[in-house]
């Protein structure tokens, strides 16, 4: 049968229609679910300890989403996180990970795409640099997102990614700062604490919220 085009005016859409019958097609389990959020107020760090203020760091997810919004700096610097396997007594969980960064200025003036060799960690313990640079100006702060994989296994390293977006004025230019982090706790034990916190100073302001995904 050939097909015909009819015009618009054809069409009586006037009434009121129901859909009767069953519809069919693929249907997402993955889930997205706000376990808790940390809002920053001159505070030295953040951290999300399982089983305390209710965050929850465990098998219940396979999959934990951490999302930065707006957290602003007392000192010119960069965020940096570290994991814990007791439960937040000690943040110095054995790390490899990789790190690039992009820069463009708001004049145009430079512009940058670059591996930074000393950004990343070889079977360090120290805390993982997450953005590249973020200053102190009143509308000065970085956002992004951090995702940890299964940190209950027993069985495999803890692999995790970043990203962020950090703006700053650096000298007379004001720029934005791309950071791309990526690498693994080389752990068999259990992650169960995540700290946050700048390189120096603290974090004034700005929320992280921690989320699970099923």
Do not use: C, W
């Not at 693929?26 to 203020?53: C, P, R, W």
């Not at 439960?87 to 004049?107: C, P």
């Not at 027993?154 to 982090?181: E, I, P, R, W």
């Amino acid at each position: 049968m050939a097909l015909r085009k009819l015009a618009a005016n054809s069409f009586d859409l006037t009434d009121n229609y129901a859909l009767t019958g069953t519809v069919t097609g693929v249907t997402s389990t993955q889930k997205l679910f706000l376990i808790k959020n940390l809002d920053a107020s001159s505070s030295s760090t953040l951290s999300f300890v399982n089983g305390a203020s209710s965050v929850v760091l465990d098998n219940t997810y396979k999959t934990y989403y951490f999302k930065f919004i707006n957290l602003h700096p007392s000192a010119s610097t960069n965020l940096q996180f570290n994991g814990s396997i007791d439960t937040g007594s000690n943040y110095n969980v054995t790390k490899t990970s990789s790190f690039f960064q992009t820069r463009h200025d708001e004049d145009d003036s430079s512009t940058q795409l670059s591996y930074e060799t000393g950004k990343d960690l070889a079977q360090g313990t120290g805390f993982q640099q997450l953005v590249p640079y973020v200053g102190t100006g009143n509308d000065e702060s970085v956002v992004g997102e951090l995702f940890l994989f299964n940190p209950s296994s027993t069985t495999f390293v803890k692999h995790f990614m970043a990203q962020t977006n950090g703006y700053g004025t650096d000298g007379s230019n004001n720029s934005l700062y791309g950071g791309f982090a990526a690498g693994y706790f080389n752990t068999t034990s259990a992650i169960d604490a995540i700290q946050f916190k700048m390189a120096s100073g603290n974090i004034d302001a700005g929320r992280i919220a921690l989320y699970g995904i099923k």
